[in-house]
């Protein structure tokens, strides 16, 4: 059935088998698109027609894949739409050319009822790795997503687990600027010095090309000024040394951030 022969609006399970009939690199076509049109049906209507130009086919779905929709379901926490996916035969475990599973995606957005149904229901791998040794807990700590990360401390994660570079959910919480999320994992056991130590993370100068990860960039050092003041409390060794032999303090002074250099100085001649 072509798009000019339906009188209903899509909805959005129709929205997603589509886009991902069509795109399915990565999905990330589907994902962004989504994103940006989710809740109006108007331009869902609009999407679904340039599509169908654009593609020139009719609305056939035989050729979707499975895996690319149950992603992109649990990336926008349609349980209803994961649940029927799965019905159908989807695989829990499949992965993205990354290494993303349905539970990274569901991880990634904070969608705590669908990590649930994933994990209690359908036994999905709480430790499943990207190809880069990221964890669904280590996702969920990048993008400061608290109750995803408290709902799998409750399921027993290893928390102190690290990823391909040496990095624990922590470490990755403090690069990022993460304050709530540092805290839970902290509160939740979290050793502050396994791996590349949090500290160093905390003062280490953030990528250029991760910049836009950050909800709101001018205010790192402010936020990352605090997660020290956090570790420190929580006992941090403040002597550990980078790859290349910087302490947190040197770290903090290459980065020209003098705040933190006062509290890593202050906790210094306090000891």
């Known amino acids: ?21 069509h795109y399915q690199v990565e999905g990330n076509l589907a994902l962004g698109i989504c994103k940006y049109t989710w809740n109006d049906e108007l331009l869902w209507s609009s999407l679904i027609e340039m599509l169908h130009s654009v593609t020139n086919k009719k609305w056939k779905l035989k050729d979707a894949s499975t895996a690319t929709r149950l992603m992109l379901a649990c990336k926008m926490g349609r349980l209803d739409v994961v649940q029927k996916l799965l019905d159908l035969g989807a695989k829990i475990e ?72 040496n990095n624990t959910a922590l470490a990755i919480a403090c690069y990022f600027a993460q304050i709530e999320a540092a805290c839970m994992l902290l509160a939740r056991g979290a050793n502050v010095d396994a791996g590349h130590a949090s500290i160093l993370w905390a003062c280490k100068p953030l990528d250029n090309n991760h910049l836009f990860l950050l909800d709101d960039a001018s205010t790192l050092w402010t936020r990352r000024c605090e997660i020290v003041r956090v570790l ?17 303090l040197q770290l903090a002074r290459s980065s020209n951030q003098q705040a933190v250099e006062v509290v890593l100085l202050e906790a210094l001649l306090a000891v």
């Open 1 to 21: 059935m072509s798009f000019e022969e339906r009188r209903e609006p899509p909805g959005l399970l129709d929205v997603l088998l589509f886009v991902s009939a």
């Open 94 to 165: 499949t992965r993205s050319a990354s290494g993303n599973t349905a539970l990274i995606f569901a991880s990634r957005e904070g969608h705590v009822h669908v990590a649930r149904y994933l994990l209690d229901e359908k036994h999905a791998d709480i430790e499943t790795r990207t190809d880069m040794g990221w964890s669904p807990l280590m996702i969920a700590s990048q993008y400061g997503q608290v109750a995803m990360i408290e709902f799998l401390c409750d399921r027993c994660v290893d928390i102190d687990a690290i990823n391909n570079a």
């Open 232 to 248: 420190v409390r929580a006992n941090a060794n403040l002597h550990v040394t980078s790859a290349n032999g910087r302490t947190p």
